[in-house]
């Protein structure tokens, strides 16, 4: 119960924020995956060097679904 309270909240406090709020934070949390995918592709696959890590990155989000 607390939670689903917790989630209403939450969604009422989005709301409320500007478009030009809700796009920072969307762009925010883009790159943050980007970055999370970049040092997991890093960790298993240390033998690889930047360049193919970069091109693997775009190809993974070229080709991400929802």
Known sequence: MLMKI??????NRFKKFSPQ???DLS???YYSAKELK???LKQFHPEWNDTKIDKEVKRI???ART
Not at 6 to 11: H, L, W, Y
């Open 6 to 11: 917790e989630n209403e909240i939450e969604k």
């Open 21 to 23: 709020k809700k796009l």
């Open 27 to 29: 762009m925010q949390l």
């Open 38 to 40: 970049r040092a997991t």
């Open 61 to 63: 989000f070229l080709h």
